[in-house]
């Protein structure tokens, strides 16, 4: 046979089985596309002439690896649909005299134009909305872009290999499908693996009690920084649960409900129920992974979509003040009252140049060192515990002390403190007593206060918590730097953490003028450090400056989280989809066989809609359950990214996202309903 003759035999074939591979095709083009706008975002040359555009790279090719890795799974598991369904038809064809070889020819040949079509045409698209794509960001970054469209070659090429590799798989695959099988065993294989699987008690109870160890998990954490590490782990033994419950799960709630005679002896549940049960290994399956990608895109969408909300107020959080100058250098210099006349003179004068008036200014000196928190003890010596393996980093803190001098300055007041107390407020981390230990210092006599004594900043994005200190007055702070510099001397740790003078501030101009008064503080500030020869180390922080990089960082979230969030969506529908084609064709012959016998059509319909309606929407509340206890973990990690109203939000987002969802899902639903009924009619009409 000549080579035209399996290539007009697999366009027939394929144009045959439209309602199966259409979809199938559609799918492999968005996928294409997807991953293509997601390669040319990553590596696109133009990101790297705006502020926060590496950021914006850095993370959206986080989604390169994910977007390939689910591309495959998901189009190598939605391919046996297909190749389930033609085996009656490929053992039709050798047993009228079609050897295996030409099968394989056949496959060859479908598989070939199924790739080209998916890779041209997704390429195509790709290349159209990555423009789009990219427009979208640049205006999320604040940059312009012309409407130039521009071809990388980079992206285009990872994309061919990337899904070549995919259809050749998914090629070896369908061939050893074929290969190892029998004429006869292709013919009947639409009706395979219908013994009933035996009610599994033990398996279903091990997904109960992974289930409920992984909700557990999520509703008792309370510290953030243990919150991120426990929730990769708690998803993980939340997809082994579900799997675990859809497939021996709901094989014992149907054999419960079986025997429970009102309902089971009923004419729609009764046909509907014996049929699941003859599936409900496979079907179980398939209803986790709509549970699964449902869970994934839910908390996908609501996570990212509530951070770029939050954008605003994360930036003012980081940055509380439009500029902020830190100085450090060793020992009491720091603390001498004139040591720093001059940058601070600078300073000013920068500020006079440009007309600038400092507003809400906050001048203090403060010390931080990192520690453990024990109980209600903070230990100092994490190089020690680190030796010792009693290091925790989900215990970890960052120690803030201020004498209560620049306390008073900056609050109004006119504490006092006598030798042994303190005042303290803590910041992400549960302390909340009338002592403080301190390892070394013994313990103090403690006030916790209502509000921090100083600006969050660092704090307010840092992982770990933050403990406020406020002292007596500098010499305290000078005991906890001396015997820092003991431990870093003791351990062969480097340097003790500087002592640090901070001048923070307010600008009554716009942001470009102060990101100009920014660079000009930064060089001032290093030309008189050289000048004095003082060894003065200096940091510069600017609210202008810095929102670049947070509106990057979120906007590209958001961004991944869209594109990976229809990514999940499309395998959702596509395995519902493939779920009721193939389940529609595989229960043709049994409702035939029930409407000879008697069975009204009317019957027919009610008996579909009861085992849609039983199994169909169950991945939908399970979903809806995950997401309710994943909540509290989640808004855990979101606080770690962003200040200021995050749960209610979160609340809002997360709710309306699964309305939304369940409004698709239903429309989905009745398409598939309609179909299922329509496959099981179609051979049985009079």
């Known amino acids: 046979m000549k080579g035209g003759f399996y290539l007009k035999l697999a366009r027939n074939g394929m144009s045959k089985n439209w309602k199966l591979y259409v979809p199938y095709i559609l799918t492999c083009i968005c996928m294409v596309m997807m991953f293509y706008i997601v390669c040319y975002l990553a590596m696109g040359a133009d990101f790297r002439e705006v502020y926060g555009g590496e950021m914006v790279q850095m993370v959206i090719g986080f989604g390169v690896s994910v977007i390939g890795v689910f591309s495959l799974i998901f189009l190598y598991y939605t391919n046996s649909f297909l190749i389930r369904r033609r085996q009656k038809e490929f053992g039709l064809y050798n047993i009228l005299g079609m050897g295996k070889r030409s099968l394989v020819k056949l496959l060859v040949c479908e598989n070939l134009i199924l790739s080209a079509v998916s890779i041209a045409a997704g390429l195509v698209l790709g290349i159209l909305f990555s423009k789009l794509a990219e427009m979208a960001a640049m205006k999320m970054l604040g940059g312009e872009i012309g409407f130039d469209i521009h071809v990388a070659a980079a992206p285009v090429l990872y994309t061919i290999a990337l899904f070549l590799l995919i259809f050749m798989l998914i090629m070896v695959r369908m061939l050893y499908a074929i290969l190892r099988l029998r004429p006869v065993e292709m013919l009947k294989s639409e ?86 049960i003859y599936r409900m290994k496979r079907n179980g399956a398939g209803l986790a992974s709509i549970c699964i990608l449902s869970t994934m895109m839910l908390v996908t969408i609501s996570s990212t979509v509530c951070l770029y909300a939050q954008n605003e107020n994360a930036i003012n959080a980081r940055y509380p003040h439009d500029i902020s100058v830190r100085l450090s250098a060793g020992g009491g210099m720091m603390f001498d009252s004139g040591a720093m006349d001059s940058y601070f003179g600078a300073v000013d004068e920068v500020l006079a140049e440009y007309g600038q008036t400092p507003e809400n200014a906050e001048q203090y000196r403060s010390y931080t060192i990192s520690a453990m928190q024990s109980g209600e003890k903070i230990l100092l010596d994490i190089y020690g515990l680190d030796e010792t393996g009693d290091w925790d980093y989900t215990k970890a803190v960052s120690v803030n002390i201020i004498p209560l001098e620049d306390y008073n300055r900056l609050s109004g007041e006119d504490r006092e403190l006598a030798e042994g107390e303190v005042l303290y407020y803590p910041h992400n981390m549960n302390y909340d007593g009338d002592t403080l230990s301190m390892e070394h210092f013994g313990t103090w006599k403690a006030e916790r206060l209502k509000s921090s004594p100083i600006s969050l900043e660092d704090a307010a994005v840092d992982m770990i918590g933050t403990l406020f200190v406020v002292v007596r007055d500098t010499s305290v702070i000078d005991e906890v730097y001396q015997y820092e510099i003991e431990l870093t001397e003791k351990n062969n740790a480097g340097y003790a953490q500087p002592l640090f003078q901070c001048y923070d501030f307010d600008l009554g101009c716009d942001e470009d003028t102060q990101i100009e008064i920014y660079n000009d503080l930064y060089e001032r500030i290093a030309q008189t450090a050289e000048e004095s020869q003082d060894q003065v180390s200096y940091m510069l922080e600017s609210r202008a400056q810095g929102r670049g990089d947070i509106t990057a960082l979120y906007g590209a979230l958001f961004f ?62 399970v979903a809806g359950l995950h997401l309710g206890f994943a909540f509290p973990l989640i808004s855990k990690i979101l606080g770690l990214m962003a200040t200021g109203g995050t749960v209610k939000l979160l609340i809002n987002v997360t709710i309306g996202c699964y309305l939304i969802f369940a409004f698709f899902y239903v429309v989905v639903y009745m398409v598939t309903s309609k179909n299922y009924y329509i496959i099981v009619n179609s051979s049985n009409r009079k």
């Open 191 to 276: 009706s395979a693996g219908e013994k009933p699987p035996k009610t599994n008690w033990a398996l279903a109870l091990i997904g109960l009690a992974i289930m409920a160890v992984a909700y557990y998990l999520a509703v008792s954490i309370e510290d953030p920084m243990t919150a991120m590490l426990t929730f990769f782990i708690a998803v993980i033994m939340v997809i082994v649960a579900t799997y675990l419950l859809f497939i021996a799960g709901s094989v014992a709630l149907c054999r419960t409900l079986q025997k429970n005679k009102k309902y089971y002896y009923k004419t729609n549940h009764f046909v509907s129920l014996s049929s699941m």
């Open 560 to 621: 991944l989280g869209m594109l990976l969030g229809a990514v999940f969506l499309f395998g959702t529908v596509l395995i519902i989809y493939y779920k009721q084609i193939s389940e529609g064709y595989e229960d043709q012959g049994r409702f035939g066989i029930l409407m000879k016998v008697g069975m009204t059509r009317r019957e027919v319909k009610k008996s579909i809609n009861s085992q849609v309606l039983t199994v169909f929407f169950l991945p939908l509340l």
